[in-house]
Every structure is written in structure tokens, then in C-alpha cells.
């Protein structure tokens, strides 16, 4: 069995890393706006904090962090599944399944509606879908 | 060589094992390591400590934990054929699913929970899931496993 290609993970993380930040950047500038104003106000967080580099920093570090985790799963995945499109959405769904229930954890807690929950939830799933998509379509065997 | 098929029965029986793994670990994290620490999120992040410790909260927790038992085993039981199978397998596959779960944490660290809190309860998960990860992989095995 071939080893990981760790130079294609890189390339196919950091590629997936831009389109998760693409997608989830208009998305909660638009579509999740109101949800993300109305978290802002509930944690009592100062809007133009929330609003700030350093409250976005780690959002976009956590999606390029979740590219490679999932150029990574689907090369780990590879020899199980088949290379292809089908095998990138499925190695999609580990860390979407994975950071999906934590959520649905916290909702459950009060921290935010389950109507937010669902939408935010659906909007993860297209991300993390088209981000995996494109950085498998980069990875290839040495 | 076309690698067989998942094991189903075993993903089953390890997705179960590591599930209740993994409760156990987040109750005693959750309600004794953590409870200061939960509590003070409640107070200061406006939620009421009745909904976090609510019967149907309580039946969210148990089922995520399930969900994540499920998980951690069936991305064992994926990558098994490039990795081969053992502890270093699963605790790579712990891993796939711990840093997603605590990449999530961190992006809440700055508003929903605090950094000390994330980094607290973050170590912890890594434990839980670890822990829920080698016991389900321990229980998963295929045709063809030599004991």
C-alpha cells in the first residue's frame, strides 16, 4: 500500500481551506447575519469585538484546519472507498458529523435556537461538501 | 486487491462500546471535572443551568456520545486498509474526529465559552474520544484478522 502523499494533502488542504472560507464568508454575511447579530447580543459580546480580525481569525483558521483534516481522511480513505468524488463527500462528512453534533450539544444548552442550529447545520454540510470536492479533485497518489 | 467490505455487526458492537466509552467519560468531565467551569459559562453567557441540566439535555448528551462512538469506529474501520489495523490506526481515527470537534470549540472560545474553559474541556475530549476510539477499535475486526 502507497504511503500518504503528504505534498497533495497540503495542496488539496489549503485549496479546500479557501473555498470553506469563501462559502462560510458569505454565508454568515448574508444568510446567517441575523442568527450571528443575535448570538453577538445573547453572549453580551460587543458587536464591533464580534465583528473584529481577531474574533474571525479562528474561523478562518478552522476551516483551512478542516481542509487538510479532510484531504487527509480522504486519502486515509482512499484504498477502502475507491479514489473519487464519492469518496471526498464521504470523508466530508466526519468532521461536518463530528463538529455538527457538538453543536446540536451546545443548542441543547441554550446557546443558540434549534432554528439557527439547522440553518447554520446546512449551510456546514454545502461547505464542507464543495471544499472537500475541490481539494480531492487536487490529491493524487506519488 | 479489493479491500473488503465494512464489517457491519462489528461496527455495530465497537460503535456501541465506544459510545458508552465515551458517556462515561463526559459525565464524570462534565459533572465533576468541569461543573465550576459550566457553571460559570451559564452566568455569565445568559443560559439557564435548568436547560443544561434538563432531562432532555441529558438525553442529547447520551446521544451525541453514541453518534461520536459511531463515528470514531466507522472512520477506524475506513481507513483500516491504508493504515492497517491497531491502537496507532485508532488513535489516528480519534484524532480525525477529535480536531473537529475541538476546531469547533475553539471558533466558539472567543464568544460561547471562554479560552481557559475550551482549553480545559478540550484536553478532556481528547481523552473521551481516545478512550471511545481504542475500545471500539479494539471490538471491530474483519474476516481474515489473525488474533
Known amino acids: ?142 | 486487491m479489493v479491500p473488503q467490505r465494512v464489517n457491519l455487526g462489528k461496527l455495530v458492537a465497537g460503535s456501541v462500546l465506544a459510545g458508552i466509552v465515551m458517556n462515561i467519560c463526559d459525565y464524570v468531565s462534565n459533572n465533576f471535572i468541569l461543573a465550576t467551569d459550566w457553571e460559570h459559562i451559564a452566568r455569565i453567557r445568559n443560559v439557564d443551568m435548568a436547560d443544561m441540566t434538563s432531562a432532555t439535555a441529558l438525553i442529547t448528551y447520551i446521544t451525541v456520545d453514541l453518534l461520536l462512538g459511531f463515528l470514531v469506529v466507522w472512520t477506524y474501520a475506513a481507513i483500516r486498509p491504508r493504515l492497517g489495523r491497531g491502537p496507532g490506526t485508532a488513535v489516528i481515527a480519534g484524532f480525525m474526529v477529535f480536531a473537529a470537534e475541538a476546531l469547533l470549540m475553539a471558533s466558539y472560545a472567543v464568544s460561547f465559552l471562554t479560552w481557559d474553559v475550551f482549553i480545559r474541556g478540550g484536553l478532556l475530549m481528547l481523552v473521551t474520544t481516545l478512550a471511545g476510539a481504542l475500545s471500539g477499535a479494539w471490538v471491530y475486526g474483519e474476516e481474515g484478522d489473525m488474533d
Open chain 1, 1 to 142: 500500500m502507497a504511503s500518504i502523499n503528504v505534498g497533495r494533502v497540503v495542496v488539496g488542504g489549503l485549496v479546500s481551506g479557501v473555498v470553506g472560507n469563501v462559502i462560510d464568508g458569505v454565508a454568515n454575511n448574508t444568510l446567517m447575519a441575523q442568527d450571528m447579530a443575535d448570538l453577538t447580543r445573547k453572549f453580551g459580546m460587543d458587536p464591533a469585538m464580534a465583528q473584529s480580525l481577531a474574533a474571525a481569525v479562528p474561523w478562518i483558521a478552522v476551516d483551512f484546519i478542516f481542509g487538510f483534516v479532510m484531504i487527509f481522511t480522504y486519502a486515509a480513505m482512499r484504498p477502502r472507498f475507491g479514489a473519487g468524488p464519492k469518496t471526498a463527500m464521504i470523508a466530508a462528512f466526519v468532521p461536518f458529523l463530528a463538529a455538527s453534533v457538538v453543536v446540536y450539544g451546545f443548542t441543547s444548552m441554550g446557546m443558540m435556537s434549534m432554528a439557527a442550529y439547522w440553518k447554520g447545520t446546512i449551510e456546514a454540510l454545502v461547505s464542507t461538501q464543495v471544499a472537500a470536492l475541490a481539494g480531492a479533485a487536487l490529491y493524487k497518489e506519488a
